[in-house]
T-cell receptor
């Protein structure tokens, strides 16, 4: 158990709809990252939030957006859903040890939300 | 760009050693990681290695790093059926605010009794 929880566990939407996924990070972790894991693939980095600000983004379009709240919980929003958005969405809260180029980040992953777009 | 490559499947007998290999491209990666994913579950960090190390051992797990060839391996000694899972190699990316992980596609380890 990592202490990271995600809701809902499963979700079915239709193309064009919007979806919000939620994540509660591990206590004391102020950084949260979101990943998309398509079937048979490794997780792909979507973006990261640090103290309520976006702090890095992968190769995902603007219809993927997020929020982080003062208690460090987070949301992932996806607008105008496409069939290819069907995937497992993983949230990870991060504990960063050290600084700069020698920083080691330990990411604790939640169980994920399985999104199916029909 | 950054890329992580892994072989897709490995099948071993219970009690044998398993070796999962990975190559990566980002020479600036400071840390490299191995994660395990069981069916329907999230990712569990197994171990990590700092880029200035050649080897790290943690109970049944041994990580070898060849930085010159950008090759990483995970050896699991005395493999058990409970080790059946997907194993992901990941490198940290300094291009993404320093804490994004770049994952391979995963190696499915199948352990038969």
């Amino acid at each position: 158990e990592t202490g990271v929880t995600q809701s809902p566990t499963h979700l079915i939407k239709t193309r064009g709809q919007q979806v919000t996924l939620r994540c509660s990070s591990q206590s004391g972790h102020n950084t949260v990252s979101w990943y998309q894991q398509a079937l048979g693939q490794g997780p792909q980095f979507i973006f990261q939030y640090y103290r309520e600000e976006e702090n890095g983004r992968g190769n995902f379009p603007p219809r993927f957006s997020g929020l982080q709240f003062p208690n460090y919980s987070s949301e992932l929003n996806v607008n105008a859903l496409e069939l290819d958005d069907s995937a497992l969405y993983l949230c990870a809260s991060t504990s960063i040890h050290g600084t700069g180029g020698n920083s080691y980040n330990e990411q604790f992953f939640g169980p994920g939300t399985r999104l199916t777009v029909l | 760009g950054e890329d992580v490559e892994q072989s897709l499947f490995l099948s071993v007998r219970e009690g044998d050693s398993s070796v999962i290999n990975c190559t990566y491209t980002d020479s600036s990666s400071t840390y490299l990681y191995w994660y395990k994913q069981e069916p329907g579950a999230g990712l569990q960090l197994l171990t990590y290695i700092f880029s200035n190390m050649d080897m790290k051992q943690d109970q049944r797990l041994t990580v070898l790093l060849n930085k010159k060839d950008k090759h990483l391996s995970l050896r699991i000694a005395d493999t058990q059926t409970g080790d059946s899972a997907i194993y992901f190699c990941a490198e940290s990316s300094l291009n993404q605010a320093g804490t994004a992980l770049i994952f391979g596609k995963g190696t499915t380890l199948s352990v038969s009794s």
